[in-house]
C-alpha cells in the first residue's frame, strides 16, 4: 500500500458516487446505516458504561458501513452481516479494531476534558425558554465560548486520523497506531480534494435544507415537513458514509499500480 494523490476535483467526485452507489442499493445501504444507529443510541441510553462501549464500535461500525459500499461498488447486494466485517475477519482484525475504538474513546474524553477547561463559565439568559430570544442568546453564547473551538480545532486532527484508519485495519491489516498514522498523513497530503470534499456534502445539505425551506413556506406549515426531514436527514447521512468508501479508495494503492483516481 501507498499513498496516492489526486487533484482537488476528485472531492467532488467522491460526493457524486457516493450518491450514485447509494441509489444503486437504496434500502440496503439506509437500511444497514439505521441499524448502526439504532444500536449506537440504545448502547448510548445504558447508564455510565454505555456511551463509552457506543463510541467503542465507531470503528467497526464505520467499517462494516464501507464494506457494504464496496459490495454495492462491485453491483452485489449488501447483506446485514456486512455490519460485521470487522468482526468476521478475523482474530487479529478484531483486536485491533477494538483497540483502535478504545483509542477514539480515549482521545474523545481527552478532548472533552480540555474543552470544558476553556469552557465560559457566564451564565445565559434563556428566559423564557421557548423565545426566539432565548434561542439567539444561547448561540451567541456557544459561538463565544472559547471551549466550543478548542473543540473544533481539536477534533479535526482526531477525524483525519480516523477517516481512513478502520479501512486499513479491516482491509490491509494495518495496525492501530500505523493506521492513524497514514490516515492523519493521506487526508492531508490531499487536502484540497478532502476540501472540495466538504464542500460539496456542506453545499448539498444547505441546498436540501433550502428545498425544505421552500416548501413548508408553499405549504403554510412545518408539520408535514418536519415528517418529512428526519427520514431524509437519515438518507443523506448513508450517502455520506457511502462516499467516504471512494475517498479511501482514492487515497491508497497497491504498490505497481498506476496513480489516479
Known amino acids: 500500500m501507498r499513498l496516492n494523490l489526486v487533484p482537488a476535483g ?6 457524486r458516487l457516493g450518491v450514485k452507489t ?3 442499493q437504496p434500502l440496503a445501504l439506509s437500511g444497514l446505516f439505521f441499524m448502526f444507529m439504532a444500536v449506537v443510541s440504545v448502547l448510548s441510553a445504558v447508564p455510565l458504561a454505555g456511551l463509552p462501549l457506543a463510541l467503542l464500535l465507531v470503528p467497526a461500525g464505520t467499517a462494516g458501513l464501507m464494506s457494504a459500499t464496496r459490495e454495492a461498488d462491485a453491483g452485489r447486494f449488501p447483506m ?3 455490519l460485521l466485517a470487522a468482526f468476521r475477519a478475523g482474530r487479529e482484525r478484531r483486536r485491533d479494531m477494538l483497540a483502535l475504538g478504545a483509542i477514539y474513546v480515549i482521545a474523545l474524553l ?14 445565559v439568559d434563556l428566559t423564557p425558554p421557548d423565545s426566539p430570544e432565548a434561542a439567539e442568546a444561547l448561540m451567541t453564547h456557544a459561538l463565544a465560548d ?25 482491509w490491509h491489516g494495518t495496525s492501530p497506531a500505523k493506521s492513524l498514522f497514514f490516515s492523519l498523513m493521506a487526508c492531508w ?11 460539496g456534502w456542506t453545499g448539498l445539505l444547505l441546498g436540501v435544507g433550502l428545498l425544505l425551506s421552500l416548501l413548508a413556506a408553499l ?5 408535514l415537513i418536519n415528517i418529512v426531514a428526519y427520514p431524509l436527514v437519515l438518507l443523506l447521512a448513508s450517502m455520506f458514509h457511502a462516499s467516504v468508501y471512494f475517498s479511501f479508495r482514492d487515497s491508497f494503492v497497491e504498490a505497481g499500480e498506476t496513480d489516479g483516481p
Request: proline content about 7%.
Open 10 to 15: 476528485t472531492g467532488l467526485q467522491w460526493v
Open 80 to 82: 446485514p452481516v456486512q
Open 22 to 24: 447509494f441509489f444503486r
Open 189 to 199: 497530503r490531499n487536502k484540497a480534494a478532502m476540501l472540495v470534499f466538504g464542500l
Open 110 to 123: 481527552v478532548l472533552v476534558m480540555l474543552a470544558a477547561l476553556f469552557a465560559s463559565a457566564e451564565p
Open 146 to 170: 472559547p471551549g466550543l473551538w478548542l473543540a473544533m480545532l481539536l477534533y479535526l486532527p482526531l477525524l483525519m486520523a480516523f477517516w481512513h484508519a478502520p479501512a486499513l485495519v479491516l
Open 219 to 223: 405549504l403554510g406549515g412545518g408539520g
